[in-house]
Every structure is written in structure tokens, then in C-alpha cells.
């Protein structure tokens, strides 16, 4: 006879997951465990099992995706030779077959698996008591010495589970551990992933799993064949690399053990909620790139994606180019069985070498990615582009010469063509630099400036939108071009009103008036004083008033009707409240970006679902200074990042434009080269959640927050706080926007009495926590951007 535990999932559709059962202790995880308890052993007891079933365990309950998803365990005792057919076995097929006094559960989406008896999975089962036999027992002393099961057997485990909401960070630390084994569980909402941003464990011998190890997995309980990833260390002296995980579901288990203290080990990592998102379909371009999902991080376990490239219109090949191929477990296995990327019938899972990244294929490609339900990696980055094809080669490429070339001979490292041309347009460019239509590489810097740098004039063949001066011949100019004592239009008219020995005086820092000149003094726009020849600092400083004066957010208080004027509440349909916006002009408003990115079940993307409220303080109550508006269209930035948040702004345009009243006026705009020192005293606002996991308030909120500096911030948050974001808030905590708060304005009160936005909330750790400030998009970097988009 030999014992032996499964461990398994259900959702159960006829109940329903609430906070409390997030926690093992309380009475309504005890109460609910029991009953499943009971119902599982019902089902084995009146089962041909029946007489092998010693008991079951309940471990953990999550959200399911309509209903409340169990992860269980059960323990058998059999011949080995029934043991296989009890591991097959699924409870809702025995519940079907059974005779069930109990009213049935209402089961679905069921998963059985075995369990290996190693210790991290014993210890799961409490096994320093007796939950386990003795004969379990004398297996693990003889893995090691008398001490070393001490240490084992004589502590317990430490769980620990923890919620994540969209938008939100939440921390795993463990310093100097003081337990064998200990396991995180973490949860996001349905329709959600989890991703995990982890360090790797540090004080440790690379390769050594016996001593400890640490392991992520796409399931509630440590299952060998839902392993994500697992390390047991690396070295003292080395960097440790930045890992990104992302499950396949909403849950996630971390745990980590080892079969003796040690001092000095540190592992920190932090995870957060990622709308679920699909793969696949049928792309139709002339360049773009294909990535695995949620790449950079690693892709989820049980992928299957199928892509279909094809061109806008016949008669043109395509050139692909691997520029990342990072999908095998093990490189030294040539064959291609767990994950792998198949493009045109050809199956590849391991490095490639130089000379194989780039093929040329007929148009249409197929890209087809699996991967099972273990161990995954960063994944792949394609990119693709169209090559004409000449009538007279068909299915070929022709030639400068007019002779004809196979495909697979295109860029390939080979000049098949006398002149080169089967090489020519094989570059891949690098970051910051422009594909020319020559295939030539040229710094981005030179994309629309009028110079003509790649020698074919194709970087200036879609330049509108970031034309600030046209000249008489058709050239665009860029506005850092105007003005910069270099002659780019034939008559001049770039550099008219501007002196080479006056700008020469300008730094980055300095204001630029309209006319080209440039201010030394700090922060002059809408101050009151007209420091520009041209008045252009003074021009359209009608914002950023309080016409009704007063003398979220967490630790803040009520703000009185009319106080905040440009601050928007953007609600979608039946969801009611979802983020905050700022008001910065009669048609726009600004908000974070993402607010508007879409989950399986809700597209947030999708303008029309949207409607903005203005002039609104008590939440919902429409009273004769509100305006509601639907919006147009939503304007999200290009290099907007999910993953890292960087690039977190999106502007909203109205269906119409609102009249500005004492309770609707827009807030200032700083110039890109304002400066919000640090210790600047701010203000943000919102209806957001008044503490961590509560209810959205009804009454809007505002809070004093300080501007902390980066240095500062990253420190705290392991350099993940970008150029293109700011910090504040109070580092003692109890004073911090929350959920709910998104895309709201921190506003900061400036010379002239002018209040200017600094920031939009984007993201955090927690809420109004100690050393967890709140991490706001810089507006002012993004000035010229918003400027070109509603201009």
C-alpha cells in the first residue's frame, strides 16, 4: 500500500468569492472549507474508491470566472496498480455517478493533478503533525542530517495571501528567514493575470536547489508540472537580474524553502493586476512587430496564438527578422515539445544564430505559438516588412539588373543581385534611428527636419503631424528647428525674428518665448508679468482660477462645490465612477493612460462607453452647476508602457465643447521647461477609495501632498520610477490618492495664483503607506505632446 495526495481546482458556480475567504482564519474560510470538505469526501465515500480515500484539505479559494474557484487536496491510500486510476478520477464525474445525499455543487473548469512527495509539497499538508504517516516521516530523515530535520520538523510554515486591485503594486519581501517553508498567494480579479516583478534570491550558491530554492506557480498549489520559473540563487557579487512573470490565470503561488537557516538571504519582489488579453489574428501592414504575449515579461503558461501576416495588397514578400528568441527551457534539447514558435511550418524553440534571424516569405505568413503549462520564458520579438515584387519575376525578387532571386536567398548575407539590392533593405534599425525607404539607417533625430538625410526624402514623407513650420517649397520644420541660428527655408523664414548670438544665451531650462527668444527666469508663464517682447507668457493664462475660493484621497477631507473646477469624473455606463480627468481646455481633458485598456469581459478602449462629468462634488448628484459630456475620441500615448506604466497620459476629447463657469474652469498647463521643485507643496484629488480595499468616496476629496525628488522615490521603489514620472505624497504615509483616483490631477499653486498640473495619478504601493509615496505622470514632459495632439 502507498500513500500518495492529489490536488486539484473547481469553480463552483453556485457560490460566490468574497475578501473573507482570502484569509484561512477567519470564520467564513472555516465554514466554507468544511462544507467542501465535506462534499468531496462524500463524493469519494460513495465511489469503488471509497475504501483508498483517507481525507481531503482545502487550501485556498480565488475568484473564478463566474462563480468560486477551490484548490483542494486529497489523500489516498492504495495498491499501486489502483493508484493510477484513482489519479484519473474527477470529482464531478464520480458526483454524476454517485449517490449523493448532499445537494450537488454545480461544478465546471476542473483540474486534477498528482502531487511528487517531496518536502515542499508535504509540508504543504502541515506535516509536523499528523496530518502524514510515519512512513512520510522516515523519508525525509533520510535526506539529511538529525539537525537539518530539526530545523524541518520543528517549525511550521508561514502563508501569507495577498490582493492585488488593477492599478495597484503589492510586495513580497522576506529578510533573514526564520521558517523552512514559506508561500505567498496571490489573487487579481477576474479577467485579470498576475504579473510578478522579482529579484532573484540573493546570499545563495547558483545551482543549488538542495540547499534553497524559490519557485512561482500557475496554480494555488505547488504543483511540479505548473512550475512558471524557479531559481535557487545567484551570486553575491553579481547584479541580479530583474525577472518578469505573468500567469495565465488570476492567481499565482510563490513560495520558497530550504532545509536549513541561513542568514542574508533576501528576496523582494512586487506583482499587480493585467487585464487578460488575447493573441493572435490577422494582421494586415507593411511593416510592424510581432511579440509574444505581454513580452518583455515572461509569456503565461498554456498559450496557443496564430497570427496570419499579410500585405495591404498583392505582389510584395515579406522579410522577417527574429530580433529575440527566448522560448526553450533547455538548449541543449534539439527537439521541440513544450513551448515553441512555428512560422510557416517550421518549428523553432532554441537560440538561432545571426545568419538565421532574417527570412524572406511569401506573402501571406503564418505564426503559430504554443506553450504548455510549465516553465516559461521572455518569449519572442519579430519584426516584419513588405518587399516589392516585380511582375516579371513572379514569386521572385527582382533584381536592379532584372534578374530574379528566390526568397529564401533574400537577406541572407549573400549579394545574389550584381548590385546588392537582394541585401539592401535587410537593415534592422536600432533604437532611436528611422528606416529609411533605401533600407539605410538614420538617427530619429532627423525624421522630419527637412534635410533629406536618408538620400530618398522618404523620412519626410509623413511628417503633418509634427509640422510646426511649413516652408515655401514644402519642407517641414519641426519646432526645435525654428529659431536655432540654423537657416532650413530657402527664404529664411525659420530663423526671421531670431538672433544666432541671442539664442546661444538658451539652455534646456529656459523658457522660449513665441518669437524664438528665450527667459532665464524660473517659471514665468501666467505669473502676472509679461517678460516675453511678445506677451507670449502671459498669452492663454485663462485657467488654473478658483472662482469660488475655500479655506481619496486618503487622509485628505471634503472638498467644498466649485474648489477644484477642472476636476472630471469619467464613468462608463453601469460601472459608474472609474477614473478622475483634469480639464485643460473647452474640449479636452487629460487623463492616465491606462484607464482605457481593455480587459476580456469590459472595453475600456472604446470611446463611446465613456461620458465625462464636470463641475460634480458629491458623486452621482446632478446639480445645476454639472455638465456632462460623451467623449469623441480617446487619444492614448504611442510608447505607453502596461507593463512599466511609463508613458502614462491619454487625452479625451469632448463631444462638444463645455462653457466654463465658477464651477468648471481648466487648470494650467506648465511649460516644458517648468520646474516643481521637491517639497513643493501640491494638491490631488478624487473620489478615489479612502483606504486600501474600501468604497469609493461620495464627497470629493483633496489632500496636501510634497513633491519628492526621483533620487528619493526610486530608492524606494527599486529605480522602477521613470523620467517621465513624479513623485509625492507624505513618506510617513497616511496621506496618498487610492483607487479610484486614477487619472486625477495633482495641482500645484504657482506665482500669479495660478494653479498648474504637475502630475497625473498613476500608479503606487498600497495606499498612504510609509515609504510608498504615489508615482504621477510628469505632465510637464509631455507639454509638447498634448500641445500637437489638440492643436
Same mark, same amino acid.
Given at each position: 500500500m502507498s500513500v500518495f495526495y492529489i490536488g486539484g481546482s473547481v469553480e463552483i458556480a453556485n457560490l460566490t468569492y468574497t475578501s473573507e475567504l482570502a484569509d484561512s482564519q477567519s470564520a467564513q474560510f472555516q465554514t466554507q472549507a468544511e462544507a467542501v470538505k465535506h462534499y468531496l469526501t462524500e463524493i469519494y465515500d460513495s465511489s469503488v474508491w471509497a475504501k483508498y480515500y483517507v481525507k481531503s484539505g482545502v487550501t485556498a479559494f480565488s475568484e473564478g470566472e463566474g462563480g468560486l474557484r477551490v484548490f483542494y487536496w486529497s489523500k489516498f491510500c492504495s495498491?499501486?496498480?489502483?493508484?493510477?486510476?484513482?489519479?484519473?478520477?474527477?470529482?464531478?464525474?464520480?458526483?454524476?455517478?454517485?449517490?449523493?445525499?448532499?445537494?450537488?455543487?454545480?461544478?465546471?473548469?476542473?483540474?486534477?493533478?498528482?502531487?511528487?512527495?517531496?518536502?515542499?509539497?508535504? $509540508?504543504?499538508?502541515?506535516?509536523?503533525?499528523?496530518?502524514?504517516?510515519?512512513?512520510?516521516?522516515?523519508?525525509?530523515?533520510?535526506?539529511?542530517? #538529525?539537525?537539518?530535520?530539526?530545523?524541518?520538523?520543528?517549525?511550521?510554515?508561514?502563508?501569507?495571501?495577498?490582493?492585488?486591485?488593477?492599478?495597484?503594486?503589492?510586495?513580497?519581501?522576506?529578510t533573514s528567514p526564520k521558517k523552512p517553508y514559506y508561500q505567498w498567494r496571490l489573487r487579481v480579479p477576474s479577467g485579470h493575470v498576475v504579473r510578478l516583478v522579482i529579484t532573484p534570491l540573493q546570499g545563495a550558491t547558483p545551482g543549488n536547489c538542495a540547499a534553497h530554492k524559490l519557485s512561482a506557480y500557475d496554480f494555488l498549489l505547488p504543483l511540479q508540472n505548473k512550475i512558471i520559473a524557479r531559481w535557487c540563487g545567484v551570486p553575491v557579487t553579481g547584479v541580479p537580474p530583474v525577472i518578469k512573470l505573468t500567469s495565465s490565470g488570476n492567481v499565482m503561488l510563490v513560495t520558497f524553502s530550504f532545509n536549513r537557516q541561513r542568514d542574508g538571504a533576501i528576496f523582494k519582489a512586487y506583482f499587480q493586476a493585467m487585464p487578460k488579453t488575447g493573441c493572435g489574428g490577422a494582421l494586415s501592414a507593411w511593416n510592424g512587430t510581432v511579440t509574444s504575449p505581454y513580452y518583455p515579461s515572461h509569456y503565461p503558461p498554456n498559450v496557443d496564438c496564430t497570427w496570419t501576416i499579410s500585405t495591404p495588397a498583392p505582389g510584395h514578400l515579406f522579410s522577417l527578422t527574429i530580433a529575440v528568441l527566448d522560448i526553450q527551457d533547455s538548449p541543449s534539447s534539439s527537439s521541440c515539445e513544450r513551448d515553441w514558435l512555428d512560422i510557416n511550418g517550421i518549428k523553432l524553440c532554441s537560440p538561432i544564430a545571426d545568419s538565421s534571424r532574417k527570412r524572406v516569405y511569401s506573402s501571406p505568413v503564418t505564426l503559430h505559438f504554443h506553450s504548455d503549462e510549465s516553465i516559461t520564458r521572455k518569449g519572442f520579438y519579430i519584426l516584419y516588412?513588405?518587399?516589392?515584387?516585380?511582375?516579371?519575376?513572379?514569386?521572385?525578387?527582382?533584381?536592379?539588373?532584372?534578374?530574379?532571386?528566390?526568397?529564401?536567398?533574400?537577406?541572407?548575407?549573400?549579394?545574389?543581385?550584381?548590385?546588392?539590392?537582394?541585401?539592401?533593405?535587410?537593415?534592422?534599425?536600432?533604437?532611436?534611428?528611422?528606416?529609411?525607404?533605401?533600407?539605410?539607417?538614420?538617427?530619429?533625430?532627423?525624421?522630419?527636419?527637412? $534635410?533629406?538625410?536618408?538620400?530618398?526624402?522618404?523620412?519626410?514623407?509623413?511628417?503633418?503631424?509634427?509640422?510646426?513650420?511649413?516652408?515655401?517649397?514644402?519642407?517641414?520644420?519641426?519646432?526645435?528647428?525654428?529659431?536655432?541660428?540654423?537657416?532650413?527655408?530657402?527664404?529664411? #523664414?525659420?530663423?526671421?525674428?531670431?538672433?544666432?548670438?541671442?539664442?546661444?544665451?538658451?539652455?534646456?531650462?529656459?523658457?522660449?518665448?513665441?518669437?524664438?527668444?528665450?527667459?532665464?527666469?524660473?517659471?514665468?508663464?501666467?505669473?502676472?508679468?509679461?517678460?516675453?517682447?511678445?506677451?507670449?507668457?502671459?498669452?492663454?493664462?485663462?485657467?488654473?482660477?478658483?472662482?469660488?475660493?475655500?479655506?481619496?484621497?486618503?487622509?485628505?477631507?471634503?472638498?467644498?462645490?466649485?474648489?477644484?473646477?477642472?476636476?472630471?469624473?469619467?464613468?462608463?455606463?453601469?460601472?459608474?465612477?472609474?477614473?478622475?480627468?483634469?480639464?485643460?481646455?473647452?474640449?479636452?481633458?487629460?487623463?492616465?493612460?491606462?484607464?482605457?485598456?481593455?480587459?476580456?469581459?469590459?472595453?475600456?478602449?472604446?470611446?463611446?462607453?465613456w461620458k465625462a462629468y464636470m463641475g460634480m462634488s458629491i458623486m452621482n448628484t446632478l446639480g445645476v452647476s454639472v455638465v456632462t459630456r460623451l467623449v469623441r475620441r480617446i487619444v492614448v500615448h504611442a510608447q505607453y508602457d502596461q507593463y512599466t506604466s511609463d508613458y502614462d497620459i491619454a487625452l479625451l476629447e469632448l463631444s462638444?465643447?463645455?462653457?466654463?463657469?465658477?464651477?468648471?474652469?481648466?487648470?494650467?498647463?506648465?511649460?516644458?521647461?517648468? #520646474?516643481?521643485?521637491?517639497?513643493?507643496?501640491?494638491?490631488?484629488?478624487?473620489?478615489?477609495?479612502?483606504?486600501?480595499?474600501?468604497?469609493?468616496?461620495?464627497?470629493?476629496?483633496?489632500?496636501?501632498?510634497?513633491?519628492?525628488?526621483?533620487?528619493?522615490?526610486?530608492?524606494?521603489?527599486?529605480?522602477?520610477?521613470?523620467?517621465?514620472?513624479?513623485?509625492?505624497?507624505?513618506?510617513?504615509?497616511?496621506?496618498?490618492?487610492?483607487?479610484?483616483?486614477?487619472?486625477?490631477?495633482?495641482?500645484?499653486?504657482?506665482?500669479?495664483?495660478?494653479?498648474?498640473?504637475?502630475?497625473?495619478?498613476?500608479?503606487?504601493?498600497?495606499?498612504?503607506?510609509?515609504?510608498?509615496?504615489?508615482?504621477?505622470?510628469?505632465?510637464?514632459?509631455?507639454?509638447?505632446?498634448?500641445?500637437?495632439?489638440?492643436?
Open positions: 495498491p499501486s496498480d489502483v493508484a493510477s486510476n484513482i489519479r484519473s478520477a474527477r470529482p464531478s464525474r464520480l458526483q454524476r455517478t454517485g449517490a449523493l445525499k448532499s445537494k450537488p455543487y454545480f461544478i465546471r473548469n476542473e483540474e486534477v493533478y498528482s502531487f511528487q512527495n517531496n518536502w515542499d509539497n508535504l $509540508q504543504l499538508f502541515d506535516l509536523d503533525s499528523e496530518e502524514y504517516d510515519l512512513d512520510d516521516k522516515n523519508k525525509i530523515k533520510n535526506q539529511g542530517s #538529525s539537525q537539518s530535520i530539526k530545523w524541518q520538523l520543528g517549525f511550521q510554515a508561514m502563508s501569507f495571501d495577498l490582493y492585488a486591485k488593477y492599478g495597484n503594486n503589492r510586495t513580497l519581501t522576506l516588412r513588405a518587399l516589392p515584387l516585380d511582375k516579371s519575376c513572379p514569386k521572385q525578387f527582382q533584381c536592379g539588373d532584372g534578374s530574379c532571386v528566390p526568397p529564401r536567398k533574400l537577406c541572407d548575407g549573400m549579394k545574389d543581385c550584381s548590385d546588392g539590392s537582394d541585401e539592401a533593405r535587410c537593415a534592422v534599425c536600432a533604437s532611436g534611428q528611422v528606416h529609411c525607404g533605401n533600407g539605410q539607417c538614420r538617427p530619429h533625430i532627423g525624421l522630419c527636419t527637412g $534635410q533629406n538625410n536618408c538620400g530618398d526624402n522618404s523620412e519626410e514623407g509623413d511628417c503633418a503631424g509634427d509640422c510646426y513650420l511649413r516652408c515655401p517649397k514644402g519642407l517641414c520644420i519641426p519646432q526645435s528647428s525654428v529659431c536655432d541660428g540654423i537657416i532650413d527655408c530657402k527664404d529664411r #523664414s525659420d530663423e526671421i525674428n531670431c538672433t544666432r548670438a541671442f539664442h546661444k544665451a538658451c539652455s534646456p531650462s529656459s523658457y522660449k518665448c513665441l518669437n524664438g527668444k528665450c527667459l532665464n527666469k524660473l517659471n514665468p508663464e501666467c505669473d502676472g508679468v509679461k517678460d516675453c517682447t511678445d506677451g507670449s507668457d502671459e498669452v492663454g493664462c485663462g485657467c488654473g482660477s478658483k472662482p469660488r475660493k475655500k479655506s481619496k484621497i486618503v487622509g485628505g477631507g471634503n472638498a467644498q462645490s466649485g474648489e477644484w473646477p477642472w476636476q472630471v469624473s469619467l464613468q462608463m455606463g453601469r460601472y459608474g465612477h472609474v477614473c478622475g480627468a483634469s480639464l485643460i481646455s473647452s474640449r479636452w481633458v487629460l487623463s492616465a493612460a491606462h484607464c482605457f485598456q481593455d480587459s476580456d469581459s469590459i472595453r475600456y478602449s472604446d470611446a463611446g462607453s462638444a465643447p463645455v462653457f466654463f463657469s465658477e464651477f468648471i474652469q481648466p487648470v494650467c498647463l506648465p511649460a516644458n521647461t517648468h #520646474s516643481f521643485g521637491s517639497d513643493t507643496s501640491c494638491f490631488v484629488t478624487g473620489w478615489g477609495v479612502q483606504m486600501e480595499d474600501g468604497e469609493l468616496a461620495s464627497v470629493l476629496q483633496q489632500a496636501t501632498v510634497k513633491i519628492i525628488s526621483r533620487n528619493t522615490c526610486n530608492k524606494l521603489y527599486d529605480d522602477a520610477v521613470t523620467p517621465r514620472m513624479l513623485c509625492a505624497g507624505n513618506l510617513h504615509g497616511g496621506v496618498d490618492a487610492c483607487q479610484g483616483d486614477s487619472g486625477g490631477p495633482l495641482v500645484c499653486l504657482e506665482k500669479g495664483r495660478k494653479w498648474f498640473l504637475a502630475g497625473i495619478v498613476s500608479w503606487g504601493e498600497g495606499c498612504a503607506r510609509r515609504n510608498r509615496p504615489g508615482v504621477y505622470t510628469q505632465v510637464i514632459t509631455f507639454s509638447d505632446w498634448i500641445r500637437q495632439q489638440i492643436n
